[in-house]
């Protein structure tokens, strides 16, 4: 079992930044990647960004490629995602997962395990 609880959200100004953090617990050494996806009412799970635990190699969205980063701390079993230059319509609940794949997916069904959320709510 692996327990993941996100931290950071809330309302920002459209421009402004954010920094979420994931807290990753249980049995972490089964995990090989680290995901963010976000989600807004009626839609599916998109994917933002991802990160394979061992070596670091990254994989994001397009759409926030160069505004966003993911970085992983395996001391302290965290994962981050900053995001700069947020805009009204990335307003949504943020998500963390995580996952035994080797290489850092897009998909959802890659990832095995899910935190609750947290909203994060960008002003126009």
């Known amino acids: 079992q692996v327990d993941l609880v996100e931290s950071g959200g809330g309302l920002v100004q459209a421009g402004g930044s954010l920094r979420l953090s994931c807290a990753v617990s249980?049995?972490?050494?089964?995990?090989?990647?680290m995901g963010w996806f976000r989600q807004t009412p009626g839609k599916e799970r998109e994917f933002v960004a991802a990160?394979?635990?061992?070596?670091?190699?990254?994989n994001y969205a397009d759409s926030v490629k160069g505004r966003f980063t993911i970085t992983r701390d395996n001391v302290k079993n965290m994962v981050h995602l900053q995001m700069n230059s947020l805009k009204p319509d990335e307003t949504a609940v943020y998500y963390c997962?995580?996952?035994?794949?080797?290489?850092?997916?897009?998909?959802?069904?890659?990832?095995?395990?899910w935190g609750q959320g947290t909203q994060v709510t960008i002003s126009s």
């Open positions: 997962g995580a996952g035994a794949k080797v290489t850092p997916g897009r998909t959802v069904d890659e990832y095995d395990y």
């Open positions: 249980g049995r972490t050494f089964s995990m090989n990647v």
């Open positions: 990160i394979r635990l061992r070596g670091g190699s990254t």
